[in-house]
């Protein structure tokens, strides 16, 4: 089993940068795929990057694509989220992701665990 920490939310100005953090508990951090999720106010769940067991291969939302970024550290059992040039409709409820599928599984939102979130007001 593993338990997700998320920490790094806050409230930024339109065009600013934050990073999200995700610690994970376990000693098998790196048999999962990665990933990060938002929810905005009165919306669903959406997906937002994911990160394969080695760090090799990403994938993004295009809505975040070339703003975000989604790292990960094995040894530490952290994932991360650098995000650029936010914008007020990035403003959500942040959520990590852990799952023993892929990419492709966890982009559909098929997680095996879930952090509580954080979150993130970006102003105009």
């Known amino acids: 089993q593993v338990q997700l920490v998320e920490s790094g939310g806050g409230l930024v100005q339109a065009g600013g940068s934050l990073r999200l953090s995700c610690a994970a508990s376990?000693?098998?951090?790196?048999?999962?795929?990665m990933g990060w999720f938002r929810q905005a106010p009165g919306k669903e769940r959406e997906f937002v990057a994911a990160?394969?067991?080695?760090?090799?291969?990403?994938n993004y939302a295009d809505s975040v694509k070339g703003r975000f970024t989604i790292s990960r550290d094995n040894a530490k059992n952290t994932v991360t989220l650098q995000m650029n040039s936010l914008k007020p409709e990035d403003t959500a409820v942040y959520y990590c992701?852990?799952?023993?599928?892929?990419?492709?599984?966890?982009?559909?939102?098929?997680?095996?665990?879930w952090g509580k979130g954080t979150l993130l007001t970006v102003s105009s």
């Open positions: 376990g000693r098998t951090f790196s048999s999962y795929t």
């Open positions: 990160i394969t067991r080695s760090g090799g291969i990403t």
């Open positions: 992701a852990a799952d023993l599928g892929t990419i492709a599984t966890m982009t559909l939102g098929d997680i095996n665990y």
